[in-house]
């Protein structure tokens, strides 16, 4: 969903697994519906892990427990956290539409594979990447209070613990990080420089 980036400040829900692939953020077998229905991939996130076969949830996985099984809406978990190398595997783009459709807008971890890093903020979720010892502190401190927040300034680049207080700043890249403080998708980013496009070619030497 495009929505603009400024300060993103929520409770998070916690993830401490390394090495989570795409095929558990999104099984392979959703990969041929013919709709790209926010809704339908946001159901299936982490389906296997979330649901037993008979569509029961699994009470022992984070997101179907008290704490945690609200999805992000008006504010609340809107941030996950999840342990490093998140979403390794295939390079399927429906993983960061699963993310994106449940209501996440910032996953934090301590390394994303390349891709999907790609795909996430192609799809206005943030990746932030932050050192092993701060993701270590905020797995310590949604344990101790599953109501503690943590705040992403975009503008700023800074991801705040705000229970510790402490504070890191993250990298992306300044394309990107236009696109999502402005809610423009490569398409519309495009559409915005048209006058000036249309100004070169007006003025280029023809052969």
């Known amino acids: 969903m495009k929505a603009k980036f400024d300060i993103i400040q929520s409770t998070c829900v916690p993830l401490p697994l390394e090495n989570v692939d795409t095929d558990q953020i999104i099984p392979a077998r ?6 790209r229905d926010e809704k339908f991939f946001g159901d299936n996130l982490f389906r296997d892990w979330r649901f037993n076969a008979d569509n029961t949830p699994k009470k022992e996985f984070v997101f179907n427990t008290p704490a945690f099984s609200a999805a992000p809406s008006e504010g609340v978990h809107q941030i996950l956290v ?20 449940y209501g996440f807008r910032v996953v934090i971890s301590s390394f994303f594979a390349d891709i999907h890093k790609n795909n996430e903020l ?3 979720v943030l990746p932030v990447v ?20 943590v ?4 503008p700023a ?51």
């Open 30 to 35: 959703f990969l041929k519906a013919t709709s």
């Open 82 to 101: 999840a342990g490093k190398n998140f979403g390794s595997g295939s390079s399927r783009e429906h993983a960061a539409w699963a993310i994106a459709g």
């Open 122 to 124: 192609n799809n206005f």
């Open 130 to 149: 932050v050192s092993e010892e701060f993701l270590a502190e905020l797995f310590q401190t949604i344990a101790a209070d599953p109501q503690a927040q």
């Open 151 to 154: 705040k992403v300034d975009v």
């Open 157 to 207: 680049q800074t991801v705040t613990n705000l229970t510790t207080g402490r504070s890191e700043k993250f990298d992306i890249n300044g394309y990107k990080k236009y696109c999502l403080v402005n809610a423009l998708d490569d398409i519309d980013y495009l559409l915005q420089q048209k006058a000036e496009i249309e100004k070169y070619e007006a003025s280029s030497v023809r052969y």
